[in-house]
């Protein structure tokens, strides 16, 4: 069967299980959106902005496991996706991302809306192809999704030159191909495995560390298997966080420069890491040679390059978690570590590091457990970058699987409304909240449109303190209070909801905060609140940045003093 370059990548994304594109057209992909009516089972959202294309994709592949598809034209729609592309990157999402590229006679003339994608992107893809002829379109799609979704996923980009979309080729998609190189490693080393199993078998104080890993492996039974047989307590990272149920005795929450203090001090008494699925980012680790000084540590992960990548490991295990885990358990013995979990206890009562003190003001704190207790926990909370993204963390109990999304690794302020867009095309029948900052949230603003076209029944919170509030905040501590650029004006945000047709309330007391929230949930469609919360109001506990995770600052109108007073050398 002969086909164009633009029916074989349609065709290959409904062989692939694609249902939703998110993206924008121009003169290099018009080929390929004009060949959009012949596969009506394909949805097309039209965004604000490439950059959104790519966070709206990376959100739906977070929330359904799948792997999620944009589209940008070529040139200045390409370059825009770059942003979203290197976040999925650091955060091990799905994608598969379509560019336009101008028409093969052109490349390499610096012809009307030429860029060097590939080159651009190579090192923020698992993988990157510019095709040259339309009878290698097939193979290359194939390879792609497959590529994006197996071992650790990322994204992959194809750059597709116009003509090549219009070209006629014969047409069979590849049942089978070979990726000589790629063969990601699922089982873990059964050596390795029983090492493990004995150092954790003989461990007066281990800790586990759980990361994002977890929730791609969905291997969320196993890991409560192995805390429950052992009496292991669970600490997470920010992307690990609705790994583990946060209400369950053996959580402890996440560790790291915003993480809970319990949590922080167990990782520096611990003997044994048990780090599964996480990779060691330095605001997890913070000092990282001061890092679990106690402690031998076992490192589970699919992607070979992160062993050793930043400490030292005893027992690397490279492999998927989920496969691993159910290996890992048969070899543990039921134990309990009762001494250890009252000291975490203790911990946990000297420092309750999510306590709300009494406030005249808005405190976000308290916004972030109004909304908890509205959806009963039930809700997908998807957060902008800053401090607002730290209280969604904090605040808020994630007892059900994967329902934070948060960008993490890049740590990308315009991540949340589009983000939510995509979730909630994955997830329809899931309330999703967008918690946002005031910066992160003007920097895709124009997402509401998308979301009014799409009739999208997203909530929106901005905790609008008028200010880049982190940055303020390390201004406040590090920088003798010189604010520098954090100030931030913005709009009248229910006017611009509005303006989109988009309901909305601005709450600026605390008594008004439970009512607007149920307002927001009673409406069928999307709804906005824009949150006046207390400008200078700061995340505790913190670890200031170059200080190991126990040199930790506490919330101060509590305590006064930095605790515990440690010297930095
Ligand atoms: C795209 C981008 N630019 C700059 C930064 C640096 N940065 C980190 S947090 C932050 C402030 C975020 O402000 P806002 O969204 O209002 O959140 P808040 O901290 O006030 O809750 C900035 C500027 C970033 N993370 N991402
Ligand atoms: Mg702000």
């Known amino acids: 069967m002969k086909m164009t370059g633009a029916q074989i990548i349609l065709d290959g994304f409904v062989k692939e299980g694609v249902e939703v594109i998110f993206g924008i057209l121009g003169g290099a992909v018009l080929p390929l959106y004009d060949t959009f009516p012949q596969y009506p089972q394909l949805h097309h959202i ?64 610096d012809a009307f809306q030429e ?103 969905q291997a969320y039974a196993e890991l409560k298997e192995l805390a429950e047989r052992a009496q292991i307590p669970v600490i997470t990272t920010l992307l690990g966080i609705s790994c583990f149920p946060e209400s369950h005795v053996l959580s402890y929450g996440m560790l790291g420069m915003h993480g809970m203090a319990s949590a922080n001090l167990a990782v520096d008494a611990t003997d044994l890491v048990i780090a599964i ?140 409304l589009p983000a939510s867009i995509g979730v909630k095309v994955g997830r329809p029948d899931s309330t999703v909240w967008c918690i946002d900052g ?29 200010y880049l509030g982190m940055v303020r905040q390390w201004q406040e501590l590090f920088y003798e209070r010189r604010y520098v650029a954090t100030p931030l004006s913005g709009p009248n945000y229910v006017k611009v909801a509005d303006a989109y047709g988009i309901p909305g309330l601005r709450v600026t007391r605390k008594e008004d905060v439970v009512p607007a929230i149920e307002q927001a949930m009673a409406e069928p469609g999307p709804f906005l609140i824009d949150f006046a919360i207390e400008p200078e109001e700061n995340v505790y506990p913190m670890v200031p940045p170059g200080a190991s995770l126990v040199e930790l600052m506490e919330e101060p109108k509590k305590e006064e003093a930095i605790w515990p007073q440690r010297s930095t050398p």
């Not at 994709?57 to 290197?86: F, H, Q």
């Not at 992160?440 to 901005?462: G, N, V």
Request: net charge neutral.
């Open 438 to 466: 005031d910066g992160s949230f003007q920097m895709t603003i124009q997402e509401l449109a998308t979301i009014q076209q799409e009739r999208l029944a997203i909530k929106i919170a901005i905790m609008n303190n008028g």
């Open 277 to 416: 699925g996480m990779r060691f980012d330095d605001r997890a680790t913070a000092k990282v040679s001061a890092f679990a000084p106690r402690a031998r540590i076992i490192h589970i992960d699919i992607d070979p390059a992160e062993i050793g990548k930043n400490v030292r490991v005893d027992v690397p295990i490279v492999g998927d978690v989920k496969t691993v885990l159910k290996e890992l358990n048969k070899q543990t013995t039921t134990t309990d570590h009762i001494e250890w979990l009252e000291q975490l206890e203790e911990w946990r009562r000297q420092h309750p590091s999510t306590d709300i003190r009494d406030s005249q003001g808005l405190l976000p704190q308290f916004v972030v457990r109004k909304i908890y207790e509205a959806t009963a926990g039930e809700a997908t909370i998807v957060t902008g970058v800053g401090q607002n993204q730290m209280w969604a963390a904090q605040y808020y109990w994630y007892d059900k699987p994967n329902t934070l999304i948060s960008s993490g690794g890049l740590g990308t302020m315009g991540f949340g």
């Open 115 to 217: 860029t060097d994608i590939t080159g651009i992107t190579l090192p923020i893809t698992k993988h990157n192809y510019l095709v040259r002829d339309a009878g290698s379109l097939a193979r290359v799609v194939r390879e792609a999704f497959y590529l994006a979704r197996t071992g650790r996923p990322g994204p992959v980009l194809i750059d597709v030159p116009r003509d090549v979309f219009m070209e006629q080729v014969e047409y069979h998609y590849p049942s089978k191909f070979d990726l000589p190189s790629y063969k990601p490693t699922l089982q873990g080393h059964p050596a390795q495995i029983k090492k493990a199993a004995r150092l954790i078998n003989e461990a007066q104080q281990p800790i586990i560390i759980a990361g994002r890993g977890v929730i791609i492996s």
């Open 46 to 109: 039209l965004v604000r902005h490439e950059q959104c294309a790519a966070h709206a994709a990376d959100g739906y592949a977070r929330v359904t496991g799948k792997v999620g598809v944009c589209i940008a034209t070529s040139g200045p729609g390409a370059t825009n996706l770059v942003t979203g592309i290197a976040n999925a990157h650091l955060d091990s999402s799905p994608m598969v991302a379509i560019t336009g590229q101008v028409a093969r006679p052109f490349i390499g003339k």
